[in-house]
Nanobody, 118 residues
Framework: VQLVESGGGLVQAGGSLRLSCATS????????IGWYRQVPGKEREGVAC???????IDYADSVKGRFTISSDNAKTVYLQMNNLKPEDTAVYYC?????????????WGKGTLVTVSS
């Protein structure tokens, strides 16, 4: 099983980035895929979740209206991030689970760094 994040980088506040999570090695349609973020010294935060079996989507309150999670037939999950704020700076991870998104996911990627300058 592999989850590989890409698309992170440095962006000014108010800008946009699109993160990608390329997945392989599991039955994509049967899994929930989540995006998480973590700042060193702070707890990991769930950002967005998509449950591929029924298409349901959920977001953290802190990103609602600014971030959009989606997936495609190539088994890639995206996180479109608009109107970025300095407090969005973190390492972003994607993760997969057979049930739903939560603190304990079956598989994790290695992360991609997003830095938002003020």
């Amino acid at each position: 099983v592999q989850l590989v994040e890409s698309g992170g980088g440095l962006v000014q506040a108010g800008g946009s980035l699109r993160l990608s999570c390329a997945t392989s090695g599991f039955i994509f349609d049967g899994y929930a895929i989540g995006w998480y973020r973590q700042v060193p010294g702070k707890e990991r935060e769930g950002v967005a979740c998509i449950i591929n079996s029924d298409g349901s989507i959920d977001y953290a309150d802190s990103v609602k209206g600014r971030f959009t999670i989606s997936s495609d037939n190539a088994k890639t999950v995206y996180l479109q991030m608009n109107n970025l704020k300095p407090e969005d700076t973190a390492v972003y991870y994607c993760a997969a689970d057979t049930d739903t998104c939560g603190d304990y996911m079956d598989y994790w990627g290695k992360g991609t760094l997003v830095t938002v300058s003020s």
